[in-house]
């Protein structure tokens, strides 16, 4: 057994009795199809359900988040890992109290730490699980070798996609590098698709037939379809004002569309049906990638 096993299954142990968040990871197979925007309009409606929310930007080199969000960090991930700083310290916190912490490229440093130092990090992010009871990961967009990593290491994946042909071809390459990861465990991971910017609710429908057809096919990876998101100037007048729909206007269409998504992904028997690993277990998985 390596180090970075045994590091897993300590990380396990020791929050196994305590609290663990639910880890989502957002992902799209392509740029500019509103992923950011879908992390943070589901993080609002989350809160006001009386949800615990915090988002982690893994987009590295952008600042999509906290442009949104309005707000600048102090702090980021790298400040966790090098600098000294607390889980707390890294948090900034944006509208209606909802976290967010800036990943920027701490976590591609992560896999060059010693044991010791790991295990010291680690332990540090474990208190997310006592400060949020979801945590969001918006990930870049395409197939790199980072976003895989998220997604092979989050045991549920809310893949965004529009209409656009290339959104659908990319939407696939990215479930079948996903596929042909050496990782990758189909038990244990659920992939949601959530159709954005359509014209109208059957739009969606089509376009999560259309996609889940050809990956039934080749890649046996069910899709569960949690609905879509309307083509809506409310969403894109709220964007310029650096303020999530759900907030600006929350009877906008698409403000009513990301409460639904949100209101299935917290439905009783949904959750019982997708178990929380955490954030040790979560980072865990990551880095052992390289070790």
């Not at 987009?59 to 400040?79: T, Y």
């Not at 969606?204 to 889940?212: H, I, T």
Request: net charge positive; charged share 25%.
């Amino acid at each position: 057994m390596d180090q970075a096993e045994q590091l897993r299954i300590i990380k396990a142990s020791q929050v196994r009795s305590k609290p663990l968040a639910r880890v989502m990871t957002v992902t799209s197979g392509k740029g500019g199809v509103g992923k950011s925007n879908v992390s943070i309009n589901l993080a609002i409606q989350f809160r006001k359900m009386g949800k615990r929310v915090i988002i982690l930007d893994a987009d590295f080199g952008l600042a999509n988040i906290e442009i949104m969000f309005g707000a600048v960090p102090k702090h980021n991930l790298c400040d966790l890992i090098y600098q000294g700083k607390s889980i707390r310290d890294i948090i900034t916190w944006g509208p209606m109290e909802t976290g967010f912490i800036s990943g920027g490229s701490g976590i591609a440093g992560m896999s060059n730490l010693s044991k010791d130092y790991l295990d010291y990090i680690i332990q540090n992010l474990a208190e997310l699980d006592s400060i949020a009871d979801i945590i969001i990961v918006d990930t870049g967009a395409g197939i790199s070798d980072a976003v895989l990593e998220f997604l092979v290491a989050c045991g549920e994946v809310l893949l965004v996609t529009t209409q656009e042909p290339t959104s659908i071809t990319d939407s696939y390459s990215l479930l079948k590098a996903l596929y042909r990861h050496p990782r990758f465990d189909e038990s244990s991971t659920k992939v949601k698709m959530i159709a954005n910017r359509v014209k109208k609710e059957a739009d969606g429908e089509v376009l999560f037939e259309k996609l889940n057809a050809v990956v039934s096919r080749y890649l046996k990876i069910p899709l569960i379809y949690l609905g879509s998101i309307p083509e809506d100037a409310q969403l894109a007048n709220a964007v310029m004002q650096q303020l999530p729909v759900s907030l600006q206007n929350p009877e906008a269409k698409a403000s009513r569309a990301f409460q639904g998504i949100a209101g299935r992904l917290l439905d009783k028997e949904e959750a019982q049906r997708q178990p929380k690993r955490g954030m040790a277990a979560f980072f865990s998985h990551i880095i052992g990638r390289s070790r």
